[in-house]
C-alpha cells in the first residue's frame, strides 16, 4: 500500500522556529539540519525540501527575526505623537521591545556575527538598521535619529549584560540629551 503524505502547511514555519530556537541555545555552530528536523518533529528530507541548505535556512529564520524586531520599533515610534512621546518611545524601545527575552539577545549576537564575515547577513543588519532610523526620522532629524539608534544600541547591549544594568531614568536622561541638542530644548 502507498504511503500517503501528511498535509502540513505549517511545517517550514516549524522548521524555522526550531532553528531559530536552537541558535539560542547552541549557536550557529550548534545548529544542524538533523538537530532542527528533531527539534520541529519533521523528517530530515523535510530540510532539504524546504531549505537548499543550511544558509538558506538561517538566512530565512534571521530576516524572519529581524523583521519582527523592525516590526515592533517602527510600531512603537508610529503610536507616539509629538517630541515627548517619542523621546518616551526610544525609552521603552530600549527597556522593552529590543532585546525583550535572552533570546533575543542571542539571536542578535548571532546575527552580528555572522554579519563580521557574511554579506548576506550584513544585508540583514543593514536593512534593520536603515528602516530602525527611518522609524526615528518621523520624529528626529537624520544626525540625531542616526545617534538615537547608536544609544538604543548600546543601552540595549549593556541592558542585556551587564550586572550594573542602565535603568529607565539613565536612559530617559540620555535620550533628552541627544534629542535636546537638535531641537534647542
Known sequence: MPRTRRFDPERRTRIIDAALDLIAEEGVAGTSHRKVATRADVPLGSMTYHFANMDELLREAFARFTHAV??????????????EEAREAVVDIIHEDV?????DLVLTHELYALAARE???????GEWMRRSQEALERHFDHT???ELDALIEGLTIHRALGA?????DLARD?????T????GS
Open 70 to 83: 523592525i516590526a515592533k520599533f517602527e510600531r512603537r515610534l508610529a503610536a507616539a505623537h509629538g517630541l
Open 99 to 103: 532585546f525583550a527575552t535572552r533570546q
Open 119 to 125: 554579506p548576506a547577513y550584513r544585508e540583514l543588519i
Open 144 to 146: 540625531t535619529a542616526r
Open 164 to 168: 550594573g544594568s542602565p535603568d529607565r
Open 174 to 178: 540620555a535620550v533628552w540629551r541627544i
Open 180 to 183: 535636546s541638542a537638535s531641537t
